[in-house]
Nanobody
């Protein structure tokens, strides 16, 4: 049974940092692509960052490049999203998700993910 549990959200001022964690079980990183998605108020859910331990590919949305870093721990049971220099437009509910690597490679989009965790709210004040 695949499970993903996100945590680490909160309220932070613009320019601050947060680290989100996603505890995963029921699959290994050698099988699954892992990603972070967010949904801002009134907007569709978008891919923020994804990585594939299968082929080493990593994706970052243009809006977070240079500020966010996706990583995993040595036990490959937890995925992190380090978020620095946060902006008010980063506000939203953040979800971690997993899916099988597609034939064409890493795709960090909602339809490519098979399993989702409950989101964690990130609020960045100006």
């Amino acid at each position: 049974d695949v499970q993903l549990q996100a945590s680490g959200g909160g309220l932070v001022q613009a320019g601050g940092s947060l680290r989100l964690s996603c505890k995963v079980s029921g699959f290994t990183f050698d099988e699954y692509v892992i990603g972070w998605f967010r949904q801002a108020p009134g907007k569709d859910r978008e891919g923020v960052s994804c990585f594939s331990n299968i082929d080493g590919a990593t994706y970052y949305a243009d809006s977070v490049k240079g500020r966010f870093t996706i990583s995993s721990d040595n036990t490959k049971t937890t995925v992190y999203l380090q978020m620095n220099n946060l902006k008010p437009e980063d506000t939203g509910v953040y979800y971690c998700a997993g899916g099988f690597l597609l034939i064409g490679g890493l795709v960090c989009r909602e339809p490519a993910m098979d399993d989702w965790g409950i989101g964690t709210l990130v609020t960045v004040s100006s």
